[in-house]
């Protein structure tokens, strides 16, 4: 019989496939949702593998516990969570692991926990060929969802921060680009080591958002996370909201001193592992949000149309023909 | 610097080390508990590693799907789970896996929620070099809690059914003992196959218990599952409740071909993967279940005294020296 292999099928397809067998309303959202009464509980499991999410060249055991933390707590911040519970850890290490390893990423773990709220709550460990830390991150759904199905034609996209650090961080870390690249200023270079070993989240997005709110009658808004680059967030947005997503380039916020270039708008756009929000909203309760939170930046707006992102002011055409970001 | 390496540690001494980075009520149970209002979450993680666990050899991509649900939702079910709400799953598979084996995998898992509750609540996949399948379950906790802890000296100790089969089951998968043993029936290896590859296991034994209390004021009674062998299970009951477990050797329940000697006994003991319950009950309500109950069976007590298991009417005296069953 005809084999088909996963490496055929590609991410977007076996995410689909594997839809099949959740309930419906499952599908949209990298997080699972469960009602219990009158909550709602957010659950949400990522995992890292090594030497395809990270490997011990570039990244302690500690930064690793606290990326595995941010990347399941960054899920739940973009659903709406209002108070992150805890996490559970299926760890799997070889044999030969140090132990200070293992230790040093639980560190990283509650350091992070610490920070952005919740406990270890259980796990396990088993041995393996490769390390694989798979983290399930369960939390309380907040007054208003965040769905990425919930964007609207002629609301305004905005975007919680800065893109491109984290990757930056990565290809310094792994000696693709050095720290004596003349294009880099030093402020650039910490930040991008910074983001990418210990990114910063957004836990009171929910709260600021909710302040800004200028009818409370709107109890859903659209939103992801930039987890998997700006550009794979817009797409996600106007793919589950169908809509056509409008950007203008010149309005996207970056590091101060920035490069420009091709290869630099690959990292801005396609990059991932930022964690900030990309999300739409009326135009007043943008406006409101925008005066209350410097951080929040105004990119772009939906229109009705075929689900797709266009950029406006963008010299550079060939930036986002067939481009999506992929782990696989 | 010395290294010290997670073979070297063992997998009793890991589980102790990681518990210190867990809230203290966190530990002695596999489960995690999350009391939110009159609600108590329990939320398990268990792993399954190719090569460790299973291999392609001795069991189907659905048997493997139906044993990660067994193996979660038995920790559940041992904690005094009411109603089994769903999993996510974190699964990792190399690239050149074949869609069917993930197919079947899902359609495993599916089967097996369908038989014991719950659904597919959510879960990411990744590439790796071996399959990983790594499972978190959250059900309800019901009235009375099933802890490690909880029993108590003068208790009767019991459990639901018979052990073994699971672990001929793999020798007769991985051809170390064949099917045309003499010693064995026809009977006892399709049971043992069955056991092996399709667990069954105690969705209604909480319902079972609650019928059988004589007073409701007990609200927490001693049970773990067997799903690390007989002996480990009676272990764990000892020592996180601090007392000497009396097992009669007699009173075993056993499959009606099981055959005698030394290898049988260890692969009954030893074996895992039966996930039945092993419980402790005062008398009166003891009796109330059996006598309700044909499944259960009585196979020893509690006594003050350091933690411990001993074997009453048992010849083989070597059998239980310096043993524990150990995943690594």
Not at 225 to 250: H, M, P, R, V
Not at 269 to 279: A, K, Q, R, S
Request: glycine share 8%; charged share 25%; hydrophobic share 35%.
């Amino acid at each position: 019989m005809h084999k088909e292999l996963l490496e055929d099928i590609g991410e977007k397809e076996l995410i689909k496939r594997l839809a099949e067998f959740m309930p419906k309303n499952q599908v949209s959202d990298d997080c699972a949702f469960v009602k219990k009464k009158n909550k709602t509980l957010l659950i949400n499991t990522d995992s890292l593998v090594e030497n395809i999410h990270f490997n011990d060249d570039t990244i302690s055991a500690l930064d690793i516990g606290w990326k595995v933390v941010a990347s399941n707590v960054s899920d739940l911040i973009s659903s709406g969570c209002s108070k992150i519970i805890g996490v559970n850890i299926g760890l799997v290490v070889p044999s030969k692991t140090d132990w200070i390893w293992i230790k040093d990423l639980y560190t990283g773990i509650n350091l992070a926990l610490n920070h952005f709220g919740g406990l270890i709550l259980g796990g396990d460990c088993s041995m393996g060929q490769e390390k694989v830390i798979s983290m399930t991150a369960i939390g309380l759904q907040g007054k208003i969802k965040l769905r990425r199905n919930s964007c609207k034609p002629k609301e305004i996209i905005l975007t919680t921060g800065i893109h491109g650090l984290s990757k930056l961080g990565l290809m310094i870390k792994s000696k693709k680009i050095f720290d004596t690249d003349i294009s880099l200023t030093k402020s650039l270079i910490n930040s991008s080591l910074q983001q990418f070993s210990r990114p910063k989240l957004k836990p009171n997005f929910l709260k600021k958002v909710l302040k800004a709110r200028p009818n409370k009658s709107i109890k859903m808004i659209g939103c992801t996370d930039s987890s998997d680059g700006l550009f794979q967030a817009l797409l996600d947005l106007a793919t589950e909201s169908n809509c056509k997503a409008i950007i203008d380039y010149t309005k996207i916020p970056k590091h101060k001193n920035w490069p420009k270039g091709h290869k630099w708008d690959e990292y801005y756009f396609f990059g991932g592992e930022d964690y900030e929000l990309v999300f739409s909203l009326p135009r007043k309760w943008a406006n409101n949000l925008l005066f209350e939170d410097k951080t929040v930046t105004e990119i772009g707006y939906f229109l009705e149309g075929d689900a797709s992102v266009s950029f406006e002011n963008c010299d550079n055409k060939n930036l986002f023909k067939n481009k999506s970001f992929s782990h696989f």
